[in-house]
């Protein structure tokens, strides 16, 4: 059995950028908060809680230590709220979202009603919406545009959606409202890693028999991911490390693809590559033995 690795995958450097912050942070003032998980990647955080950071829900949970901010942002609220207690605040949030952040303020400011294209339930969109002023909305691939928008609209993307997802998401957009809509800004907030990474899923989609898409399990990234394997054909699971992978899966394989998240860390993807050969090397046995 061959073994492929995709040729773009794993941690992206707004990742690791969050985590060398975090570890720096860590080291020099001892222990901190971080507002949510740093990366969906439960390897990741038991690392980092090693070295001192520890995950809390909200701030009420930080006391008075240091508070970090994950890459995937947060709310102006957030931000004001652990100043205004006096909290040190270590912003890791990824320049990427930054930049959407900025974007669905100043739109907001321009007077447009500021559409994202995401899960309203991420936490980078939860950010982003929190900056987009009152009237902005987040609308899921695949979920029905409202019947009612105003005249006035700014589209941006979650970084991590596909261009085509969001291609096809604005001629819906255009096909259904173009005749209410007086003025329109498309704002490209995609992330150039996330459109690599998918691109050469999809290039390893189309040379295997099976792709794992290795990642946490809320990670959505690695979750987009395995729909673009899927989307080109592919028999495709998304495991968060070897435990996850079952021999049958394999049977009949001779070429197994491995792909991960931006959020996943190299060892995650040697593990998995490992448990795949031991299973794999199960399996020619079985056959020879037969
Ligand atoms: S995937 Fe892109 S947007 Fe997300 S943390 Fe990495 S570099 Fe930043």
């Known amino acids: 059995m061959e073994i492929l690795l995709a040729k773009d995958m794993g941690f992206c450097w707004g990742v690791r950028r969050a985590i060398d912050i975090m570890e720096k942070a860590a080291d020099e003032k001892g222990e901190i908060i971080s507002l949510g998980p740093i990366v969906h990647n439960p390897q990741v955080v038991r690392e980092l809680e090693e070295r001192g950071v520890r995950t809390a829900g909200d701030l009420s949970d930080g006391d008075s230590l240091p508070v970090a901010i994950t890459a995937h942002g ?6 004001e709220g652990a100043r205004s207690r006096g909290n040190e605040v270590i912003d890791t949030t990824c320049p990427i979202v930054t930049r959407s952040q900025r ?7 321009a007077g447009f009603t500021v559409v994202i294209f995401g ?19 987040a609308i899921q691939d695949g979920d029905p545009l409202p019947a009612k928008l105003p005249s006035r609209l ?22 259904d409202h173009v005749a209410k809509i007086s003025e329109l800004r498309v704002i490209n907030t995609l992330c150039d890693v996330t459109s690599s990474q998918q691109a050469a899923a999809r290039e390893l ?6 792709v794992l898409v290795v990642g946490g399990r809320s990670s959505a990234n690695t979750r987009h991911l395995l729909d673009v394997c899927k ?8 495991v968060e490390g070897p435990d996850d992978l079952r021999a049958e899966w394999l049977k009949g394989c001779e ?3 491995v792909t991960a998240g931006a959020s996943t860390p190299d060892s995650a993807v040697e593990a998995v590559v490992r448990r795949v050969q031991r299973l794999g ?5 079985a056959a020879s033995r037969g």
């Open 74 to 79: 947060v709310g102006p609220e957030v931000l």
């Open 103 to 109: 974007w669905a303020k100043k739109m907001a400011e």
């Open 119 to 137: 899960d309203p339930n991420h936490r980078e969109v939860r950010g982003v919406l929190a900056w987009a002023g009152a009237s902005a909305i």
């Open 154 to 175: 700014a589209v941006i993307s979650q970084t991590t959606q596909s261009p085509e997802r969001f291609a096809e998401f604005l001629s819906r957009l255009m096909r």
């Open 205 to 210: 989609a189309q040379e295997v028999d099976l």
């Open 231 to 238: 989307e080109e054909g592919s028999v495709a699971y998304h």
């Open 255 to 257: 070429r197994v693809g």
């Open 281 to 285: 090397a199960g399996l020619e046995g």
